[in-house]
Nanobody, 114 residues
Framework: QVQLVESGGGLVQSGGSLRLSCAAP????????MGWYRQAPGKQREEVAT??????MYPDSVKGRFTISRDNAKNTVYLQMNSLKPEDTGVYYC?????????WGQGTQVTVSS
């Protein structure tokens, strides 16, 4: 069973910042596309950041506020979230995918108060 271990969620006021971390097994980290998704109550899970090598992609909803990065020495992917808004509230999941295979972390709650 592949484990993606997330940390860093919490409660923050609107305009604040949080950094999420996702530690992956070395074999996954080095070969898979890594990303972050979020799911708000009553809504579908949506992708908020992807990193493949050092190429990154973001949807318009978070572009300029969120930054995905990686630390190869720690097999860890980060999501730096700045200028947080109440609509950023949700459970954030780390994702690793390659071809038709994908793995998920357990999720970490992010709550942004207004």
């Amino acid at each position: 069973q592949v484990q993606l271990v997330e940390s860093g969620g919490g409660l923050v006021q609107s305009g604040g910042s949080l950094r999420l971390s996702c530690a992956a097994p070395a074999s996954i980290y080095s070969s898979y596309t890594m990303g972050w998704y979020r799911q708000a109550p009553g809504k579908q899970r949506e992708e908020v950041a992807t990193i493949m090598g050092y190429n990154t992609m973001y949807p318009d909803s978070v572009k300029g506020r969120f930054t995905i990065s990686r630390d190869n020495a720690k097999n860890t992917v980060y999501l730096q979230m700045n200028s947080l808004k109440p609509e950023d509230t949700g459970v954030y999941y780390c994702n690793a995918r390659y071809g038709g295979v994908q793995f998920w972390g357990q999720g970490t709650q992010v709550t942004v108060s207004s």
